[in-house]
């Protein structure tokens, strides 16, 4: 337990240290120890006015990337996998099989042919690039799928059916609450994955303006290497801790949703 | 089984005339072709858009002082991410056959992948071909890949021996001459203090091709489909018997080049040379300031004592296929690295391939101070001069470095004989080349 929180905390308290040196400490420096001038505060206003800056716009993107993208496929993820718990229709067991075998291909692997197809549908270098595939989430859907199963007895619909409200009515009056973890737990995973996207960005856009904090802080972190480099490992480490923020905050903020909900089955009403 | 065979020659066949017909237009059918520069004239005087893709930080007041000259053109300037991020997407751009630049920023060692394929623009057809004496020998070679041009060179890497002044003195080493002496004063150096190393190295492709070319080695030679590749001819063994005593004796810093700890090195004196490309000093200049005053250039040591050298890095402006103005794109690279691009481009710290400028007195007596006042120019220039003949890059050279760290890499870290990882890595490049449509033949 010990080593394990060190080893996860050791590599952010370096980040957090490294973020308040001057570049010259950070060369001239060992890892852990403070720099001899306290540059915080200054890193954190050049990482936003570096290259005009393109820090923030990039902070947009990922914003856009996250509400829409991670957004979207928690919505599909909860209406998909609610209707396949919870209804019988012909397939169902061929729609399994897809959700299941889709989660075992990593996003990686299909990066390449989605460039080919969104670059025939003339999609690339735009941002519905980026948003139109993350809005998929077979994970998110199994996991939805797994949960309303379990959570939603057919008890309750039933008697909903009997007092007259339709097939929406239902799911959004009387299971929508009852899936709420689930949901959360799927927003979580979703947003994660989507402010860490990495590779579908990096094959898909060309255009700076365009790409999210994760592809953007690497350009920054190359420019370091080669005949014209001009390295800015300062700007880099600033913007990451500046990246993770958003993320602990999201993470802490919903997890008091998800762990409330974690024993909503584990009682018998 | 059968089927699946007959299906993969089959394959190998499409491939493989696919690939002919791709190379024979721009190889041979326009070999010779000279075309006249008026086309290009015409559209700068019409104007228009192009996009620009590339990484150099001279970009930005190139491209505002190409705009303010021929305001009617509006140069898209893109920095799609450097080397390897944006030679992914240039790659995907030509196969989805859209959403590629007008004209893209290409290294020399990446040219001929783009540049057989049959994706670039021979410049011979707007008549770029008698510029050929405005820059030097290897640099045009560079840009040359079957008779064809698919640039203008733009910078230039003839490779110097950069040392730390103040480490030499002070343990008394002479700068060494030859690669005998510099391993003695490797041994001298590291054995005065251990801290410090001679230089890093933990394998590293664009440094090994150097140091091969620099010996006199032509591993690879290639007429467009066959390809004949010798990692063990007597170049790189002349190279391998000095770098393996350097590996084995465990002589050499194993920081990663470009890394903070590498920058660090550099600045506090615990890396004390480095060989490579003539650019260097504007990276010196800009990311290691602590070594300021301390550094010095002396010509890259030789096996025999005879000045010879080889290039490192360098990069070239080429037009795609794909634009829908090559006439104007052409226009850009000619403005670029043929006209008044040059002057910014050397204002910050851009090492040029034109004679002219090379071998101007003011570049030449520039006295730097960041190296102690040397007039570091002479030494470099005199470099670029003396650049072993005859080399040139795999046609997949972007593959072939990335996989050196399983092979050749895998004997600095065991500190086995460099010659086997060598060995390993032609075997590698045969079956790859091979599988992708080429003939290739070892040794």
């Known amino acids: ?269 | 089984m059968a089927l699946f065979r007959r299906h993969r020659a089959l394959a190998a066949l499409a491939l493989a005339a696919a690939l002919a017909t791709a190379c024979g237009s721009p190889a041979q059918d326009t070999a010779k072709a000279t075309g006249t520069q008026d086309s290009v004239d015409a559209a700068l005087k019409a104007g228009g858009t192009i996009t620009y893709w590339t990484w150099t930080p001279s970009a930005k007041a190139q491209v505002a002082a190409f705009e303010q000259e021929y305001p009617k053109v509006k140069v898209n300037l893109v920095n799609a991410g450097t080397g390897k991020d944006q030679y992914t997407k240039l790659q995907n751009a030509i196969k989805a056959g859209s959403g590629g630049p007008d004209v893209a920023q290409i290294e020399y060692q990446a040219l001929p992948q783009f540049a057989l394929p049959g994706s670039l623009v021979d410049l011979n057809q707007y008549g770029f071909g008698t510029f050929q004496k405005d820059y030097t020998a290897s640099t045009w070679t560079s840009v040359t890949v079957n008779n064809a041009l698919f640039g203008l060179p733009q910078d230039s890497g003839p490779m110097a021996l950069f040392y730390n002044k103040e480490d030499f003195d002070k343990y008394g080493i002479a700068v060494p001459k030859t690669w005998d002496e510099y391993l003695d004063a490797a041994k001298k150096l590291h054995a005065a203090d251990p801290t410090k190393f001679i230089t890093s190295d933990i394998g590293d492709p664009g440094f090994t091709t150097s140091m091969i070319w620099q010996a006199g080695g032509h591993p690879f030679s290639t007429d467009g489909r066959n390809i004949k590749i010798n990692l063990d001819d007597a170049g790189a063994q002349k190279w391998t018997k000095v770098w393996d005593q350097l590996v084995q004796g465990k002589l050499l810093s194993t920081v990663k080049g470009w890394s903070d700890d590498w920058y660090r090195a550099l600045g506090d004196g615990s890396i004390a040379t480095l060989v490579t490309g003539a650019w260097m000093p504007g990276v010196f200049k800009s990311s290691v300031t602590a070594g300021s005053g301390k550094w010095a250039v002396a010509p890259m040591p030789t096996y025999d004592g005879q000045p010879v050298s080889a290039e490192n890095g360098g990069s070239t402006q080429s037009v795609l296929k794909q634009s829908s103005n090559p006439a104007l794109a052409a226009a850009f690279v000619r403005w670029l690295n043929h006209g008044n691009g040059i002057k910014p481009f050397i204002a910050s710290g851009g090492f040029p391939s034109t004679t002219a400028d090379l071998s101007s007195p003011a570049f030449l007596n520039a006295a730097d101070p960041y190296f102690g006042g040397q007039q570091v120019n002479q030494v470099l220039s005199a470099s670029s001069g003396v650049v072993a003949k005859g080399w040139s890059y795999l046609p997949y050279q972007l593959y072939a470095n990335s996989v050196y760290g399983d092979t050749v890499g895998k004997s600095y870290l065991n500190g086995t004989d460099i010659g086997s990882g060598l060995k390993a890595w032609q075997a590698t490049l045969v079956d790859y080349g091979n599988q992708q449509g080429f003939t290739v033949s070892a040794g």
């Open chain 1, 1 to 269: 337990m010990a080593l394990y929180l060190l080893y996860t905390l050791i590599p952010l308290a370096w980040l957090v240290i490294s973020a308040t040196k001057t570049q010259p400490d950070l060369l001239s420096t060992p890892g852990l120890s403070f720099g001899g001038v306290f540059a915080l505060f200054d890193n954190i206003g050049q990482t936003f006015t570096y290259n005009n800056g393109i820090f923030l716009r990039w902070l947009g993107n990922t914003v856009l990337y996250v509400v829409v993208g991670a957004g979207g496929a928690t919505v599909l993820a909860t209406a998909a996998g609610y209707g396949l718990a919870k209804y019988r229709f012909r397939g169902r067991r061929a729609v399994f099989a897809v959700v299941l075998g889709a989660i075992a291909v990593p996003g990686t692997a299909l990066a390449v042919p989605t460039f080919l197809l969104f670059s025939r549908l003339g999609l690339t270098d735009t941002p519905l690039a980026v948003i139109i595939p993350s809005l998929i989430s077979p994970f998110g859907l199994y996991l939805i799928w797994v949960y309303a199963t379990d959570a939603i007895p057919d008890e309750m619909m039933e008697a909903a059916r009997i007092d007259g409200a339709g097939e929406i009515r239902i799911f959004l009056a009387v299971t929508l609450r009852q899936l709420a973890p689930g949901i959360v737990t799927v927003a979580l995973f979703a947003v994660v994955a989507t402010w860490n996207n990495y590779f579908l960005p990096l094959i898909m856009l060309s255009d700076p303006d365009w790409y999210p904090l994760t592809v953007g802080l690497n350009q920054w972190n190359a420019q370091a290497i080669g005949a014209a480099a001009q390295p800015v490992y300062h700007l880099v480490i600033t913007g990451s801790v500046l990246t993770i923020i958003p993320l602990v905050i999201a993470f802490l903020f919903l997890q008091r949703f998800w762990q409330s909900g974690l024993t909503a089955g584990s009682v018998k009403q």
